[in-house]
T-cell receptor, first 116, second 115 residues
Framework: DTAVSQTPKYLVTQMGNDKSIKCEQN?????MYWYKQDSKKFLKIMFS???????INETVPNRFSPKSPDKAHLNLHINSLELGDSAVYFC???????????????FGEGSWLTVV | DQQVKQNSPSLSVQEGRISILNCDYT??????FLWYKKYPAEGPTFLIS?????DKNEDGRFTVFLNKSAKHLSLHIVPSQPGDSAVYFC??????????????FGKGTHLIIQP
């Protein structure tokens, strides 16, 4: 009964391919995120969605397209994969709260993407 | 431009002693700070947090201190245990406002607890 689950955990694919990573949370949260951890171990936000609506898009290339069919799911589709896309992608979720209140973000286990 | 900085990539502490992990930030709009712990091949797990209106929060062996004027926070672990060996990420929220901000992370500090 993992709170935030993402699949696949490991993915090796060739340049130019299209791939998807799926994410589901069973915490009843209304906000979901995708984070990327690159080779320098820097963890950076890519997208956030609140109730299926895109809130944050951190200058991510158009080849990355998140899709949220409902507030419990946020999938990440990547077109025309490049070598530089190799990274660990973390899905996360939280409850939407206003500024000056805290919200804890819960992370999935990560998806290790290697583009060859 | 890093808005959250953890200047020590690694820290080695003897079991039973106090571990102190430091974090500095530059954005005065941050209103909430969190520490995450990460083991290899796993996702970050939430450890402890503090609101910008407080200067201390304690949870068992873990205490987070916030010095707003210095834009500095620290995580104290006492006593340190072997299971505490992990990478610790400092994170901050609130650069844009709103409840879907996401977090800005530091680069992490690898804590090693020696027996």
């Amino acid at each position: 009964d993992t709170a935030v689950s993402q699949t696949p955990k490991y993915l090796v694919t060739q340049m130019g391919n299209d791939k998807s990573i799926k994410c589901e949370q069973n915490l009843g949260h209304d906000t979901m995120y995708w984070y990327k951890q690159d080779s320098k171990k820097f963890l950076k936000i890519m997208f956030s969605y609140n109730n299926k609506e895109l809130i944050i898009n951190e200058t991510v290339p158009n080849r990355f397209s998140p899709k949220s069919p409902d507030k419990a799911h946020l999938n990440l589709h990547i077109n025309s994969l490049e070598l530089g896309d190799s990274a660990v992608y973390f899905c996360a979720s939280s409850q939407y709260v206003l500024k000056l209140s805290g919200n804890t973000i819960y992370f999935g286990e990560g998806s290790w993407l290697t583009v060859v | 431009d890093q808005q959250v900085k953890q200047n020590s990539p690694s820290l080695s502490v003897q079991e039973g002693r106090i571990s102190i992990l430091n974090c500095d930030y530059t954005n005065s709009m941050f209103d909430y700070f969190l520490w995450y712990k990460k083991y290899p091949a796993e996702g970050p797990t939430f450890l402890i947090s503090i609101s910008s209106i407080k200067d201390k929060n304690e949870d068992g062996r873990f205490t987070v201190f916030l010095n707003k004027s210095a834009k500095h926070l620290s995580l104290h672990i006492v006593p340190s245990q072997p299971g505490d060996s992990a990478v610790y990420f400092c994170a901050a929220r609130g650069s844009r406002g709103g409840g879907a901000d996401g977090l800005t992370f530091g680069k992490g500090t690898h804590l090693i607890i020696q027996p």
